[in-house]
Structures are given as C-alpha cells and as structure tokens.
C-alpha cells in the first residue's frame, strides 16, 4: 500500500491559493474550499504566520550536524552504538556551549527533534540491543 500523504495538497496548489487570495480573485474560505487546503493553513501563510515552505527543524548548525554524524557513524562502527538520550546529551553539550537554547527547561531536543534528525539521515538506524541474561556469562 502506497504512504499516505503528510498533506492532500501540493506546494503547488498552496501557492496557486495563496495567490488567488492576494490578488483578490477568490476570498480565503472560497480558496479553501476550491483548493483542499484547510482554512487555517492557508490563512497563515496569506497573512505571514507560517512560512508558505516548511522549514526544516533542526538546532543545529549544518557543520555541528555533520559533525554529530560523522561521531555517531564512526563509534557504531567501532562498536558504540549510541542510544537516543546519548544523542540528546550530546546535542543539548553542543547547544550549551554555543549558548543557544530550546523550548525545554533542561535545554535538550525533543523526542520529535530526534525523529526528525533519524528523518534527515536516513543511513542512520535505530537498533534493538538483544537482552543478555546471566546465565551464559560465568
């Protein structure tokens, strides 16, 4: 079965609406309609609130990003695998030492900055540990 998409409308069509509304063609709720695109989205970006194209979100620098990369490749092949709170702690290191901060009290990315980070480098993999028991070791 094919994805669903994220949204039933193309950065095309949002344009088209977007510009139908300024040049006075059609209102936003006729736009809306005649579009498929919600209301409130369309509104948004008519009026500036949201960018009329998504803006990726990242904390990082495109170099620190690369950098953070290139650690967690070269420690998994050397054997390291980094957790996701590893991850986090060593996203939120680099923050701080830059002085930048995030919408959470503690100063790390989210869950969902996560995801999206494993999203932007799909050569990246979540992995499993196996569950070692006792019982094999002595």
Known sequence: MAPVPKHPYTQATLIEAIRAVQEKTLSLNRASQVFGIPYATLGDKVRGRRPINAQPRTLLQAAE????????????????GRTKSDIKDTVKAILDARGAVTNSPDNRPSKQWVADFFK???????????????SGLW
Do not use: I, M, N, V
């Not at 990003?65 to 390291?80: D, N, P």
């Not at 932007?120 to 006792?134: C, F, I, M, V, Y």
């Open 120 to 134: 932007r480098h799909p050569d990246l993999s979540e992995r499993t540990p196996l569950a070692l028991g006792k």
């Open 65 to 80: 990003e690369e950098r953070l990369l290139s650690w967690l490749k070269e420690t998994a092949r050397q054997g390291f």
